[in-house]
Nanobody, 115 residues
Framework: QVQLVESGGGLVQPGESLRLSCALS????????MGWDRQTPGKQRELVAR???????NYADSVKGRFTIFRDNAKNTVYLQMNSLKPEDTAVYYC?????????WGQGTQVTVSS
């Protein structure tokens, strides 16, 4: 049973940075494509970034050049470094782990960007 525990959300001002962390337990971290999605009230959950075990990444166009996803395979942890944050980045951010047809999700962490 995969468990994902997120941390690092909070309230920041526009232009500031935050780093989210997500630790996986209960299975082999290297077997998973790891990712972050986000959701705001009334909108569908959207992809933010993904990274496979080899380090290949992909990003939503809205965050390219500002966000970086990376993983530490020794710590079973994936990170999302968010720079130059904008008010429209405000959302609940969810970590996910994908292996074949199976997805597992974290509980979500709130990120609020406001002056």
């Amino acid at each position: 049973q995969v468990q994902l525990v997120e941390s690092g959300g909070g309230l920041v001002q526009p232009g500031e940075s935050l780093r989210l962390s997500c630790a996986l337990s209960g299975s082999s971290f290297m077997a998973y494509i790891m990712g972050w999605d986000r959701q705001t009230p009334g909108k569908q959950r959207e992809l933010v970034a993904r990274i496979n075990s080899g380090g290949t990444t992909n990003y939503a166009d809205s965050v390219k050049g500002r966000f970086t996803i990376f993983r530490d395979n020794a710590k079973n942890t994936v990170y999302l470094q968010m720079n130059s944050l904008k008010p429209e980045d405000t959302a609940v951010y969810y970590c996910n782990a994908n292996r074949g047809p199976t997805f597992s999700w974290g509980q979500g962490t709130q990120v609020t960007v406001s002056s």
